[in-house]
């Protein structure tokens, strides 16, 4: 992504902020639109709510409905997913003995929305364990189809889960769960701008490079159908909590790590704030705080200087354990850039 797209957004720039999918960012027209709305709100709150409400809400729908595909007529805004997830699931008629499918890919809100409906409606909630990984998009479909049943009425899944960040099959499974008349619920929390409108690859760059670092096995095939601008990656530790305060302390990095299974999940999210270099820093703090903990220490070395993470990918340069060099070697592989260039020790910039 371009440095010119940052500017657009009001980030700390002493901070790698790599967890839009948690709570992005907003960008700085959108901040200052909804501030003026606020305003014009506060100067005349009869005027706004009691007369002008719906008209702005009717145009605000087309714009939205004009962006997603759909009818105005069939949008509702609301104050998040989770709302709008309460909302579809408490308006369904479960009946005792009625069954709704779902995955163990679930966002936690979610999750126990259902699971709290279903216990006082006297219905099952069925979490389908998703194999990981994940062989294609016809043998995930397969393995929550062989679920259900003739008392299932509500299908509830993920376009794009939270823990492992895959794209799963919806169209499908919602062709099949409409032919079945089964009421299907989506979770599309990512999925708005991610898909179809996968604009960018830092999303792959993160995957691909994490792999290469040895990080853990991937959770899916490669390629755009499994992912787009969040990936997991699996870290070959037990103290996902740990690694994540030592990114967060020692590398400036703000990215979770998702206990899920047996896992723990390096979860990336990225968006139009992010460069290339706010990749790097991650491939090389991350290298640095598995080589400390294969050596039997809980900590990654200290950050020495420099307000950013650029610096810490700069001391991993320097830094001469083997994880380190195989992943130098594998960047100097691609980049094609000869040794003396690319090992030089740039200065820190203010932001990449
Ligand atoms: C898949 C999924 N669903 C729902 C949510 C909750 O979103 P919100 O905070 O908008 O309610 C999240 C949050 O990260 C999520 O990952």
Redesign the pocket.
């Known amino acids: 992504m371009s440095v010119a797209l940052r500017e657009f957004f009001l980030l700390r720039p002493d901070v790698v902020f790599l967890n839009h999918?948690?709570?992005g960012a907003c960008p700085r027209p959108v901040f200052e639109a909804y501030q003026r709305w606020q305003r014009e709100l506060e100067g005349q709150p009869v005027e706004f709510l009691g007369r002008r409400f719906p008209g702005l809400m009717a145009e605000a729908r087309r714009a939205l409905a004009e962006y997603v595909g759909a009818d105005p007529d069939d949008l509702v805004y609301v104050s998040?997913?989770?709302?709008?997830?309460n909302i579809a699931a408490r308006s369904l008629p479960l009946a005792p003995g009625d069954e709704v499918l779902s995955t163990d890919q679930?966002?936690g809100?979610?999750e126990r929305t259902w699971r709290f409906l279903c216990e006082r409606r006297g219905a099952r909630f069925i979490q389908a364990e998703i194999p990981v990984p994940a062989a294609s998009h016809e043998h995930v479909t397969d393995t929550l189809w062989a679920q259900v049943s003739p008392r299932t009425r509500v299908l509830f899944i993920?376009h794009?889960?939270?823990p492992s960040a895959l794209i799963l099959p919806v169209v499908e499974l919602v062709r099949r769960a409409r032919a079945a008349g089964i009421i299907s619920v989506i979770?599309g929390?990512?999925a708005v701008g991610q898909i179809p409108l996968n604009l960018d690859t830092l999303g792959a760059d993160a995957r691909a490079g994490l792999l290469a670092l040895g990080a853990g096995p991937a959770l899916s095939p490669d390629g755009p159908a499994w992912y787009a601008q969040m990936v997991s990656v699996p870290l070959p530790l037990s103290d996902g909590e740990g690694a994540q305060r030592r990114l967060r302390e020692d590398f400036a990095i703000e990215v979770p790590i998702v206990a899920w299974r047996q896992m723990q999940l390096l979860r990336v999210s990225v968006q139009g704030y992010n460069t290339k270099s706010d990749i790097e820093a991650l491939f090389a703090a991350t290298a640095r705080i598995l080589e400390a903990r294969a050596q039997g220490s809980p900590t990654a070395p200290r950050r020495v200087s420099g307000p950013r993470a650029e610096s810490s990918c700069h001391g991993v340069l320097r830094c001469d354990c083997p994880r380190a060099r195989r992943h130098g070697q594998r960047r100097r592989r691609a980049s094609g850039r000869p040794r003396a260039a690319r090992d030089r020790v740039r200065p820190p910039s203010p932001r990449a």
Not at 80 to 85: E, S
């Open positions: 999918g948690s709570f998040n997913a989770t709302m709008g997830i679930e966002y809100a979610a993920s794009v889960t939270s979770d929390a990512h």
